[in-house]
């Protein structure tokens, strides 16, 4: 059994900043390695959307173009958690954001092939 855990959300004043963690937790005796890690969000009255991910290595990492330069990803493998910088905050940020797990192959962008998500975190960035 994987199980996700987000933390972090808030409320924020616009331009500020918030970090999201996520936790990944293996059931005693498996072993879960090699995964994309992913950050969606779903705002009030709209479908969930991509918003980055990044690969085990952390040599790769992607990014909708609505948070480019904005917001951060990362991951601390040995502490099985990653990690969603968000700066410069905009009221069009507010949403619930999840992460989720999926095998390093196919459309990252895509929440189809995540299998895993954690709860989400509340974010709300006030104008």
């Known amino acids: 059994q994987v199980q996700l855990a987000e933390s972090g959300g808030g409320l924020v004043q616009a331009g500020g900043s918030l970090r999201l963690s996520c936790v990944t937790s293996?059931?005693?005796?498996?072993?879960?390695?090699?995964?994309?890690s992913g950050w969606f969000r779903q705002a009030p009255g709209k479908e969930r959307e991509f918003v980055a991910a990044?690969?085990?290595?952390?040599?790769?990492?992607y990014y909708a173009d609505s948070v480019k330069g904005r917001f951060t990803i990362s991951r601390d493998n040995a502490k099985n958690t990653a990690y969603l910088q968000m700066n410069s905050l905009k009221p069009e940020d507010t949403a619930v954001y999840s992460c989720?797990?999926?095998?390093?192959?196919?459309?990252?962008?895509?929440?189809?092939?995540?299998?895993?998500w954690g709860q989400g975190t509340q974010v709300t960035v006030s104008s």
């Open positions: 989720a797990a999926r095998p390093p192959s196919g459309d990252y962008y895509s929440e189809r092939g995540y299998d895993y």
């Open positions: 293996v059931a005693s005796g498996r072993t879960f390695t090699g995964y994309v």
């Open positions: 990044i690969t085990w290595s952390t040599d790769r990492t």
